[in-house]
């Protein structure tokens, strides 16, 4: 009889299969639904449209816009609301590095590289940051900004928008962009776990 060893080898694991069978469903539909992927491709006419939501979506809008926000304000509910952004936002840009730097994915062999402002790791794939920003801003905003129903189910639309065009756009696999939703999430629990208050942390708002 085969070593044991040797039957294992035989008899690869069920897990195993199961996660090169999804592997292989997720590049097969990533790419199907690249249909912005390049100007030539099936829908590439609104390339410019999605390149615009993509710009939307990325960090440093977001952080510059937050920072100006929080220089500006008078008020200190606001400040201590757009601080807890600010927070958000860094843990957000530090946490996908990580992740793109110990998993490494590579982007899909259909993405263009004309992102806006890369930095070293965004030649990874996994998990998507523009996904994670997503989920992070849209629960923070519906939870501390005081919205008619209209405006909430916008910001919602935005997440989602800015999420499906990740793969529209060639830029990611989808669970490059559903494990970003699920991590932007779960990082939007961590800052309401960690609220910066006036109470908490005294030093850090007497800065402003």
Same mark, same amino acid.
């Given at each position: 009889?085969?070593?044991? #060893? ?10 195993? &299969? @199961? %996660?090169? =069978? !999804?592997?292989? &469903? ?6 199907? $639904?690249?249909?912005?992927?390049? #100007?030539?491709?099936?829908?590439? =006419?609104?390339?410019?449209?999605? /390149?615009?939501?993509?710009? =939307?979506?990325?960090g440093i ?18 400040? #201590? *609301? ?15 590095? +990580?992740?793109?730097? !110990? ?11 004309d992102m806006?402002?890369? &930095?070293? *790791?965004? /030649?990874?794939?996994?998990? =998507?940051?523009? @996904?994670?920003?997503? @989920?992070?801003?849209?629960?923070? *905003? ?5 919205? @008619?129903?209209? !405006?909430? *189910?916008?910001v919602v %639309? ?10 529209? !756009? ?6 490059? +962009?559903?494990?970003? $939703? ?9 800052? #309401? ?16």
């Amino acid at each position: 009889p085969l070593p044991e #060893e040797d039957c294992m080898k035989l008899n690869p694991s069920f897990v195993g &299969i @199961a %996660l090169s =069978s !999804l592997l292989a &469903i997720d590049l097969w539909a990533s790419k199907r $639904l690249g249909v912005c992927a390049g #100007e030539g491709s099936a829908w590439g =006419s609104a390339r410019p449209l999605m /390149k615009v939501i993509e710009v =939307s979506g990325h960090g440093i809008p977001w952080l510059l816009g937050t920072f100006y926000g929080l220089c500006q304000s008078d008020s200190s509910a606001a400040r #201590e *609301v757009l601080l807890n952004l600010l927070f958000a936002l860094l843990l957000d840009l530090v946490m996908v590095a +990580v992740v793109k730097g !110990l998993v490494k994915r590579p982007r899909p062999t259909h993405n263009k590289m004309d992102m806006f402002v890369t &930095i070293s *790791v965004d /030649k990874y794939s996994f998990p =998507s940051g523009h @996904a994670t920003r997503a @989920a992070l801003v849209c629960c923070f *905003v519906l939870r501390h900004l005081v919205l @008619a129903v209209p !405006l909430r *189910v916008l910001v919602v %639309l935005w997440a989602l928008i800015v999420s499906i065009s990740r793969v529209m !756009l060639g830029r990611h696999n989808m669970t490059d +962009v559903l494990f970003g $939703l699920l991590l932007g999430y779960a990082l939007y629990g961590v800052v #309401e776990h960690c609220w910066l208050s006036p109470a908490t942390a005294p030093a850090l708002f007497a800065l402003w």
